[in-house]
């Protein structure tokens, strides 16, 4: 392909120029092509409306690339909204990327940019909570009374409950994000309520409330950093959780479709009703007895389902069981009708039922817009069943992008070499728009009127990165192993990885599709190697990264959660090994089902839904690579499939462009040389 170069006559406009010079220079950096032409192109669809799909590879500089033109334009009237999949990045950009560019909007054109990070009630920590104004729910925090020879908790849990309460003390922000230890799920939830939980203003606390505190920032502010799970709920139809905004910026986009499919999913479960019954019983509604027969019934009911996406007609008993849970939490919710809003114990209960009540109504009014699936046993031994919307497509488009102006921006959105498959995720069905942004008074009529809605105008860009892939890296397929197969990890593949990280010296990301294929990788691996290989079933995944990029002989071996979000630069990663071409599993309910509704109507399931997610998930892989314009390695992909089945072009157009053979005695001898240069060095 070639090389994407910008167009000379179109340079950034002056002031978003001045801006990203300010905020390069005080960086210490250069000018780079890709950034200055992102910032150019985003400041145009700010401008004239519509939604711009940006892939921006790794070194761009994206973060930069969507923040000079919103500083150049946020206000009041026309605030700006930034999503991230991730903690880190959310945090990177309030802690560092949004005052460097404030700073430097301020200094060269005067405008005071204010700016503020919106999440979920329940990141916040709950003065009332931790004032002892809730009921303790989890029986181990009696263990905080219960004091050791040393007068230390005597339980983890506890222990960590009990830093969670001094922090409380002590915070200004009461953001989870802003722990400087580690607290488990399980601990948080001690200090932390939902936002139906919350007494809003009949809380003694309600002045303090660091949750209240955060919106009322973000309600004022210019620019607000959110996540994707807050989009998701807004696609979902609460939209009044973001204030009102013109433009939205959507960072690590790819992952999108699942965040807002995972807001929209819910579940009942024995433990989620257990918990419902128990609250209600503390908030002494009249008719829980008969709830807990409810309970008891859902529980022989699901047992005799087989695990599984339901893909027929309902079970008789199943739906009698959702029925009556449904009808039993109704009950129990207008026993406490009435009772004073200020009460933790009936607030909690009301939360609880609410929710029990709202998902058995859906489950049991289930239609073709739903998938419903059984799960395994979770911590009771019971399954739990589930629900989730079987499109989303067409709510990411109707209320999240084509209300606004739309930027989605990541290094993995240009697939098979197209952007229409991801497009079509997002439900952007209209043709792409292919001639540069126009701005937004050149698209009226003579009457004053749009010639077009901009709302349905979309457009993709790929803006070029500072690193020489082809230079940089080799793409090296095993079209000499046989096609995976299930069981054990055949003894050929791991002949492969051993004689790989041989000549890398070990300095391996290993990722997987299976944790039972890493584990025994990484065990089968170690009695060949001289170095340290870890797995990321050993312990906490980011002690286990942090130890991998500091001992640059040590590799690492994981799943699904390495093959995104790991910036690993320098020599630590020279050789990245992937097992398998990452399809979704034959049995997922929700991949089965759109598989299903594609080919129903008239088209190939398998291309618009398997082989644009396995493309995607690939490239997010393959990109642990190459993180600098130093780094140097080898993409090694055991599937032979790549090369083989007709759809292996597809899956690389995906990638980025590195040298490719199939031949393992070129990409040996070139981790050689590099283990040879390093030595040297």
């Known amino acids: 392909m070639p090389p994407l170069t910008p167009p000379a006559a179109e340079p950034v406009p002056e002031p978003d120029q001045r801006i990203l010079a300010a905020v390069v220079g005080a960086l210490g950096g250069s000018p780079r092509p890709g950034q200055q032409r992102m910032v150019r192109e985003v400041g145009a669809v700010m401008d004239a409306g519509g939604t711009l799909l940006v892939q921006a590879g790794t070194g761009t500089g994206k973060s930069l690339g969507y923040l000079v033109p919103a500083a150049g334009r946020a206000d009041a009237n026309n605030r700006v909204v930034i999503s991230t999949a991730t903690i880190a990045l959310q945090r990177q950009l309030m802690r560092k990327d949004v005052p460097l560019v404030s700073a430097a ?29 809730y009921p303790d729910e989890e029986p181990t925090l009696f263990d905080l009374a219960t004091q050791t020879d040393a007068g230390a908790p005597s339980s983890e849990l506890g222990s960590q409950v009990m830093k969670l309460r001094s922090w409380a003390q002590q915070t200004d922000t009461g953001d989870r994000d802003d722990l400087e230890f580690t607290a488990s799920d399980r601990a948080w939830r001690q200090v932390s309520v939902t936002k139906n939980e919350c007494l809003g203003s009949h809380c003694r606390f309600f002045e303090e409330c660091f949750a209240r505190l955060a919106r009322e920032q973000a309600a004022e502010a210019d620019l607000i950093v959110t996540n994707h799970s807050m989009l998701g709920l807004m696609a979902t139809g609460n939209e009044g959780l973001i204030p009102p905004h013109g433009v939205v910026v959507i960072d690590e986009a790819h992952e999108l479709v699942d965040r807002v499919t995972s807001a929209a999913s819910q579940q009942i479960s024995v433990r989620s009703l257990m918990t419902a019954s128990k609250r209600a019983r503390q908030a002494g509604a009249a008719s829980i007895g008969s709830f807990d027969s409810t309970v008891d019934a859902f529980a022989q009911a699901i047992v005799a389902v087989p695990e599984g996406r339901i893909r027929d007609e309902f079970p008789a008993s199943l739906a009698a069981a959702v029925e009556a849970v449904r009808d039993g939490a109704r009950q129990v919710l207008s026993d406490l009708r009435g009772d004073d809003q200020g009460n933790a114990s009936t607030r909690l209960a009301r939360a609880s039922l609410t929710e029990v009540f709202e998902v058995a109504e859906r489950v049991a009014a289930a239609s073709g817009a739903d998938v419903l699936w059984v799960s395994p046993a979770g911590p009771d031994s019971v399954p739990a069943l589930n629900v989730a919307p079987l499109d989303v497509s067409s709510a990411i488009a109707g209320r999240v992008l084509r209300p606004r102006s739309a930027i989605l921006t990541s290094a ?202 396995a493309a995607l998930a690939l490239a997010q892989g393959v990109g642990r690579l190459i993180r600098s314009d130093s780094d140097r390695g080898v993409v090694a992909i055991l599937d032979p499939r790549v090369a083989s089945k007709s759809y292996g072009s597809f899956l690389v157009r995906s990638l980025p462009d590195f040298w490719r053979t199939d031949d393992r005695r070129v990409a040996v001898s070139a981790l050689g040389r590099l283990q040879a240069a390093a030595r040297t060095d």
Request: hydrophobic residues 40%.
């Open 105 to 133: 909007a301020r200094a060269t054109n005067g405008r005071e940019i204010t700016a503020a990070a919106l999440k979920g009630w329940q990141n916040y920590v709950c003065r009332n909570k931790v004032d002892g104004g």
């Open 412 to 613: 993995t959105l240009f697939l098979g070499g197209k952007f229409e498959p991801f497009a079509r995720g997002i439900g952007l069905w209209d043709p792409q728009q292919k001639a540069p942004w126009p701005r937004a008074s050149s698209r009226l009529d003579d009457e004053g009127r749009p010639l077009e809605p901009a709302a349905l105008r979309w457009r993709g860009e790929r803006v070029e990165t500072p690193f020489s892939y082809s230079r940089q890296g080799i793409l090296y397929v095993a079209r000499e192993l046989p096609p995976p197969a299930a069981g054990p990890v055949p003894a050929g593949h791991i002949d492969a990885i051993v004689e790989l990280m041989l000549a890398a010296g070990g300095r391996t990301l290993g990722l997987f599709t299976s944790r039972r294929a890493a584990v025994e990788a990484a065990q089968a691996v170690r009695a060949r190697v001289p170095w340290p290989v870890l797995s990321q079933d050993e312990g906490h995944l980011g002690e286990l990264v942090r130890t991998f990029a500091g001992d640059e002989e040590t590799s690492l071996f994981g799943t699904r959660s390495l093959w995104q979000g790991i910036d690993v630069p320098g020599d630590s990663c020279r050789l990245v090994i992937i097992d398998k071409i990452p399809f979704a599993r034959p049995d997922d309910p929700i991949a089965s089902a759109r598989i299903e509704q594609v080919t129903r109507a008239g088209g190939n399931g398998f291309q618009v839904v398997s082989l644009a997610s």
